[in-house]
Nanobody, 126 residues
Framework: QLQLVESGGGLVQPGGSLRLSCAAS????????IGWFRQAPGKDREGVSCISRRGGTTNYADSVKGRFTISRDIAKNTVYLQMNSLKPEDTAVYYC???????????????????WGQGTQVTVSS
């Protein structure tokens, strides 16, 4: 059974850093693109970053380019989101999700991702 579990969220001051983890089980990362999405209160869920199943392609939302970095550890079957220079507007529940389409690299298109984790809260506040 495919499962994704996020961790690493918390409270951080503006300018601080956090690293989120997305641990996958029931499948290997080589068969799925993984995306990070976030949803702030009262707002729609939006794409943050994604990495292709071979790891060769990454994409970022304009709002996080230069501050966030997505990576993966195949041995641990885990995808990470390193978040630096955090801003209050980064406050949201962060979700990771898997896209099983073999021919798709990665795009921040929410309907492409069919398996989701439960989310982890990130709060950026002084």
């Amino acid at each position: 059974q495919l499962q994704l579990v996020e961790s690493g969220g918390g409270l951080v001051q503006p300018g601080g850093s956090l690293r989120l983890s997305c641990a996958a089980s029931g499948f290997t990362l080589d068969y799925y693109a993984i995306g990070w999405f976030r949803q702030a209160p009262g707002k729609d869920r939006e794409g943050v970053s994604c990495i292709s199943r071979r790891g060769g392609t990454t994409n970022y939302a304009d709002s996080v380019k230069g501050r966030f970095t997505i990576s993966r550890d195949i041995a641990k079957n885990t995808v990470y989101l390193q978040m630096n220079s955090l801003k209050p507007e980064d406050t949201a529940v962060y979700y990771c999700a898997a896209d099983s389409n073999w021919f798709r690299l990665c795009a921040l298109n929410l309907p492409d991702f069919t398996s989701w984790g439960q989310g982890t809260q990130v709060t950026v506040s002084s």
